[in-house]
Antibody, heavy 118, light 106 residues
Framework: QVQLVQSGTEVKKPGSSVKVSCQAS????????INWVRQAPGQGLEWVGG????????NYSQKLRGRVTITTDESTSTAYMEVSSLKSEDTAVYYC???????????WGQGTQVTVFS | SYVLTQPPSVSVAPGQTARITCGGD??????VHWYQQRPGQAPVLVVY???GRPSGIPERFSGSNSGNRATLTISRVEAGDEADYYC??????????FGSGTKVTV
C-alpha cells in the first residue's frame, strides 16, 4: 500500500515562490507517474502537472506552464512542486496524486494548504 | 480543451439510488474514473476504468460509460455517502481532466 505524505501549510506573499514536497513510501517510486492536483476554496479539482521519475520529463497544464516546476529525488522517494510568481488565485489545497498504471489517480497525499496573501 | 460536465447537485433519500452523470464528447471511447471527496479530506477513488471497483469500495458503487455520457451509480445510499463526486479522464490534448463535481445530499 502506497502512502504519500506532504509538507505543511504555507503562507506566501504575491510574487514569491512556494515549494511543496510529497514523500512516497510502500512502493517502487521510479515506476509511478506522480502528479499534482489543486483545489481552490469552494472549487473543483484542477490538474497542475506530473512527472515519471524514470523518464524525468515533466508535463504541465497549459494554465500554469512557465510558473510551475515539478522535480523528484529518487534517493528519498520525494516529489516536489514549485510555483513561482504567486498570485492570489494560486491560493488552494495542493495534492500530490500517484498513477500506478493507466490514467487513474490511485493514491493521494493529504494535501497542502498554500495561501497567497499580502 | 476537453470538457466534462456534471450536474452541480443530486439529492437522494437514504436507501434509494443516486445516479451522477458526466458528459463529454465521445466519452465512451475514454476510461472514466470517479472520486469521492468528503469535506476537508483528500479525494478517494471509488470507480476506475468506467466500472472497476478498488479494494475496499462497497459493491453499492458502480459505473458505466457509453456514447457521450458516463454514470456513477450509488445503490442503497447511506448518510456516509454524502460528499462531492468528480469524474476524470485523460485526453491526448488536454492531459488529465476533471469534471466540475457533483454534491450528493442524502
Amino acid at each position: 500500500q502506497v502512502q504519500l505524505v506532504q509538507s505543511g501549510t504555507e503562507v506566501k506573499k504575491p510574487g514569491s515562490s512556494v515549494k511543496v514536497s510529497c514523500q512516497a513510501s510502500g512502493g517502487t517510486f521510479r515506476s509511478y507517474d506522480i502528479n499534482w492536483v489543486r483545489q481552490a476554496p469552494g472549487q473543483g479539482l484542477e490538474w497542475v502537472g506530473g512527472i515519471m521519475p524514470s523518464l524525468g520529463t515533466p508535463n504541465y497544464s497549459q494554465k500554469l506552464r512557465g510558473r510551475v516546476t515539478i522535480t523528484t529525488d529518487e534517493s528519498t522517494s520525494t516529489a516536489y512542486m514549485e510555483v513561482s510568481s504567486l498570485k492570489s488565485e494560486d491560493t488552494a489545497v495542493y495534492y500530490c496524486a500517484l498513477v500506478s498504471s493507466g490514467t487513474v489517480f490511485d493514491y493521494w497525499g493529504q494535501g497542502t494548504q498554500v495561501t497567497v496573501f499580502s | 480543451s476537453y470538457v466534462l460536465t456534471q450536474p452541480p447537485s443530486v439529492s437522494v433519500a437514504p436507501g434509494q439510488t443516486a445516479r451522477i452523470t458526466c458528459g463529454g464528447d465521445n466519452i465512451g471511447s475514454k476510461n472514466v474514473h470517479w472520486y469521492q471527496q468528503r469535506p476537508g479530506q483528500a479525494p478517494v477513488l471509488v470507480v476506475y476504468d468506467d466500472s472497476g471497483r478498488p479494494s475496499g469500495i462497497p459493491e453499492r458503487f458502480s459505473g458505466s460509460n457509453s456514447g457521450n455520457r458516463a454514470t456513477l451509480t450509488i445503490s442503497r445510499v447511506e448518510a456516509g455517502d454524502e460528499a462531492d463526486y468528480y469524474c476524470q479522464v485523460w485526453d491526448a490534448r488536454s492531459d488529465y481532466v476533471f469534471g466540475s463535481g457533483t454534491k450528493v445530499t442524502v
